[in-house]
């Protein structure tokens, strides 16, 4: 994911006919800290609600999500990086079935600088992801819930080696 820009600040952002989305960014602390936050979400019910079947105007659909990110240059050869995502989805086929899944996950990441040919990257990952399907109504009524958590901590190292430049 990109930084926030440490200069200025910005919005953007855009409204459709199932779905809206808006992004700002910009400087916490000019030139040494960023934020950047991205929203999307639908609300395309009303779509469905045009179709003249019965079963596709009880049906639902809809998602929305959320990152945000946050950039702190320590110094000239540390940066930190706080990230979050979340993010919600949800289908329903009138009273007959349907189905909503979900994540959520947080990361910090540093990224150093040992010199101009030697770096390293640290990322601590946790997460969590959840869905589940359902059929609402009737004798074969049920939910079935699932999900994940996970925990991650990763380690990278970067060595660029010196160019030697061949006779001709």
Same mark, same amino acid.
């Given at each position: 994911a990109r930084p926030g820009n440490y200069d200025k600040f910005s919005v953007k952002g855009g409204i459709g006919i199932i779905s809206s989305r808006l992004v700002a960014e910009g400087p916490i602390k000019k030139g040494k800290t960023s934020f950047l936050?991205? /929203?999307?979400a639908s609300y395309s019910d009303w779509m469905l609600?045009?179709?003249?079947?019965?079963?596709?105007?009880e049906?639902?659909?809809?998602f929305h999500d959320v990152n945000l990110?946050?950039?702190h240059k320590v110094n000239l050869d540390n940066i930190l990086t706080l990230s979050y995502y979340r993010s919600n989805d949800f289908f329903r086929y009138a009273e007959e079935f349907g189905f909503q899944y979900g994540?959520?996950?947080g990361s910090l990441k540093w990224y150093h600088i040992f010199s101009?040919? /030697?770096s390293s990257s640290t990322f601590v990952v946790a997460g969590d992801y959840k869905s589940t399907s359902f059929v609402p109504d009737g004798p074969l009524a049920f939910?079935?819930?699932n999900g994940i958590r996970y925990y991650q901590f990763k380690q990278d190292f970067f060595f660029v080696p010196p160019?030697?430049?061949?006779p001709a």
């Amino acid at each position: 994911a990109r930084p926030g820009n440490y200069d200025k600040f910005s919005v953007k952002g855009g409204i459709g006919i199932i779905s809206s989305r808006l992004v700002a960014e910009g400087p916490i602390k000019k030139g040494k800290t960023s934020f950047l936050a991205g /929203f999307r979400a639908s609300y395309s019910d009303w779509m469905l609600n045009l179709v003249q079947q019965p079963e596709i105007q009880e049906s639902s659909v809809s998602f929305h999500d959320v990152n945000l990110i946050l950039n702190h240059k320590v110094n000239l050869d540390n940066i930190l990086t706080l990230s979050y995502y979340r993010s919600n989805d949800f289908f329903r086929y009138a009273e007959e079935f349907g189905f909503q899944y979900g994540t959520n996950v947080g990361s910090l990441k540093w990224y150093h600088i040992f010199s101009n040919r /030697f770096s390293s990257s640290t990322f601590v990952v946790a997460g969590d992801y959840k869905s589940t399907s359902f059929v609402p109504d009737g004798p074969l009524a049920f939910n079935l819930d699932n999900g994940i958590r996970y925990y991650q901590f990763k380690q990278d190292f970067f060595f660029v080696p010196p160019m030697r430049i061949m006779p001709a």
